[in-house]
Each structure stands twice: as structure tokens, then as C-alpha cells.
């Protein structure tokens, strides 16, 4: 069966420091894969979104993921976060030419001054 | 509108009434989605939409839940007899369709008394 792993159910980082969520997946086909941040109270906003062609793909607000297929991941990564980035976050996958998205359980992301 | 638009964005039912929430997708988009998130948890799909018709229902969590979309347009989730583990935030999303990135509502938030 197709999954998405998020393994991390929470976080806590520094301001300033930088940040990884992972992600992996569980799918026998090429997959599409997007990262979503959810703030309280709201719907989910898109991050960024990788299809095909280069692995690393930059998103709004100063993040990027990075695809490895023989490691079936797709973390989130910023280099330097802000107070402002605390928000949960899921990954979602897709399998190429089909409609449904699988979203993770999703990353709690705490800043702390 | 500019974004996706859910109605209403709070509602309070008692057990055992029908309830109705309504999506207004972003013009143009041909692929409506409903998800269910329970406090503290991730995406539950339910359902999707590919202009009118339902290709996938198997997210439906009983009989009592049904849905329906007009005119490739609006859409409705209808929940019968409700219960109180119906207590959530049901959230709309839409795309331009097969592998494109979901534009989400805010959601409806149901409390069952």
C-alpha cells in the first residue's frame, strides 16, 4: 500500500538555527511529491512542489527540498528560520497520472527566541 | 474570489442533525477535493472531484456522509444524523487537475454537542 512517512510529530528549533522535516514514501511508481505549511486556523498553503528534472527545488519563503530517490525522501530544509515559520507542515505524495494525494500526519514546528 | 471559499467557517449542530458545508473552488478548476483533519492530527481524504463526477469515494467514513458538485462549480459534503466523533475541521481544496498543486480553504470547523 502507498504511504507517507513524517516521522518527526514535533520539533523544536532555535531562531535562527536551521531546520530539516523529513519525509518518505512507500510507492511503485515515479511519484510527485509537494510540502504544505499550515498555520493555526487555516488551510494548508503550498510550499513548494517537485514533478521532475532537478532534485532540489526551491519553495516561498526561503525553503527547498531536495528528491532522493534511493532513499524514497523528499526533506524540507531551511538554512536559517524564523519565528514566523512556526506552523505544522505536511508532506503530500502522488503518483504520476492519478488524482489523489496521500498527506503525511504532519511536523509541529516550535520556535524558540 | 481569488482563493477557495468555505462556508460556513464554524458551525454548531447537535447530535443527530444533518449538517451541510459548501466549496466555492477557484474559478476554473476542474478538481474539487474534501478532507476531514481531527484536532491535532493530519489530512483524512474523503473524497474528489473530477468536474462533476466522484471517481474516488473511498474516503467516505460511513453512509451518512455523501457529497455532490453543480455546474463543475460549488460543492457540497452532507453529513446525516450526526455524531460527535463528526467533530472536526472539514477543509476544501481545488486544482487545475491531475498532478497540480491543491489550493486549500480555510475550513469549516463542526462541533457536535
Known amino acids: 500500500a502507498q504511504s507517507v512517512t513524517q516521522p518527526d510529530i514535533h520539533i523544536t528549533v532555535s531562531e535562527g538555527a536551521s531546520l530539516e522535516l523529513r519525509c518518505n514514501y512507500s510507492?511503485?511508481?515515479?511519484?510527485?511529491l509537494f510540502w504544505y505549511v499550515q498555520s493555526p486556523g487555516q488551510g494548508l498553503q503550498l510550499l513548494l512542489k517537485?514533478?521532475?528534472?532537478?532534485?532540489l527545488v526551491q519553495g516561498i519563503k526561503g525553503f527547498e527540498a531536495e528528491f532522493k530517490r534511493s532513499q524514497s525522501s523528499f526533506n524540507l530544509r531551511k538554512p536559517s528560520v524564523h519565528w514566523s515559520d512556526a506552523a505544522e507542515y505536511f508532506c503530500?505524495?502522488?503518483?504520476?497520472?492519478?488524482?489523489?494525494?496521500?498527506f503525511g500526519t504532519g511536523t509541529k514546528l516550535q520556535v524558540i527566541p | 474570489g481569488a482563493g477557495v471559499s468555505q462556508s460556513p467557517s464554524n458551525k454548531v449542530t447537535e447530535k443527530g442533525k444533518d449538517v451541510e458545508l459548501r466549496c466555492d473552488p477557484i474559478s476554473g478548476h476542474t478538481a474539487l477535493y474534501w478532507y476531514r483533519q481531527r484536532l491535532g492530527q493530519g489530512l483524512e481524504f474523503l473524497i474528489y472531484f473530477q468536474g462533476n463526477s466522484a471517481p474516488d469515494k473511498s474516503g467516505l467514513p460511513s453512509d451518512r456522509f455523501s457529497a455532490e458538485r453543480t455546474g463543475e462549480s460549488v460543492s457540497t459534503l452532507t453529513i446525516q444524523r450526526t455524531q460527535q466523533e463528526d467533530s472536526a475541521v472539514y477543509l476544501c481544496?481545488?486544482?487545475?487537475?491531475?498532478?497540480?498543486?491543491?489550493?486549500f480553504g480555510d475550513g469549516t470547523r463542526l462541533s457536535i454537542l
Open positions: 481544496a481545488s486544482s487545475l487537475g491531475v498532478e497540480q498543486p491543491q489550493h
Open positions: 510507492y511503485g511508481a515515479t511519484p510527485y
Open positions: 517537485y514533478f521532475s528534472g532537478d532534485t
Open positions: 503530500a505524495v502522488g503518483v504520476r497520472g492519478y488524482q489523489k494525494v496521500t
